[in-house]
């Protein structure tokens, strides 16, 4: 079974920066994607942004040129860095592989970040 800690998650002002951290028990290597997903209170689990093992990236329109996505193969984990921090970035933010037909999806628990002045 593999695991998906989260870490990193806060209150932080309008602004703000914040750095997420998803620790994966496995190599990260073995998963060509790996993916930010948040979901805020009454709303749908939305993808955030998404990473290739060849390091191509993808940015939900929201958070375009302000969050980075990253992966450091190495130490198996991947990043979220978030600048410019909004109110309405505030959400549960979680860590996913994806399922492919070569291995289940896998999920973190979650982190919250709160955006409040």
């Known amino acids: 079974q593999v695991q998906l800690v989260e870490s990193g998650g806060g209150l932080v002002q309008p602004g703000g920066s914040l750095r997420l951290s998803c620790a994966v028990s496995?190599?990260?290597?073995?998963?060509?994607?790996m993916a930010w997903y948040r979901q805020a209170p009454g709303k749908q689990r939305e993808l955030v942004a998404s990473i290739t093992s060849g390091g191509r990236t993808n940015y939900a329109d929201s958070v375009k040129g302000r969050f980075t996505i990253s992966r450091d193969n190495a130490k198996n984990t991947v990043y979220l860095k978030m600048d410019t921090l909004k109110p309405e970035d505030t959400a549960v933010y979680y860590c996913?592989?994806?399922?492919?037909?070569?291995?289940?999806?896998?999920w973190g628990q979650g982190t919250q970040v709160t955006v409040s002045s």
């Open positions: 996913n592989v994806p399922g492919t037909p070569f291995h289940p999806g896998y």
């Open positions: 496995k190599s990260i290597l073995s998963f060509n994607d």
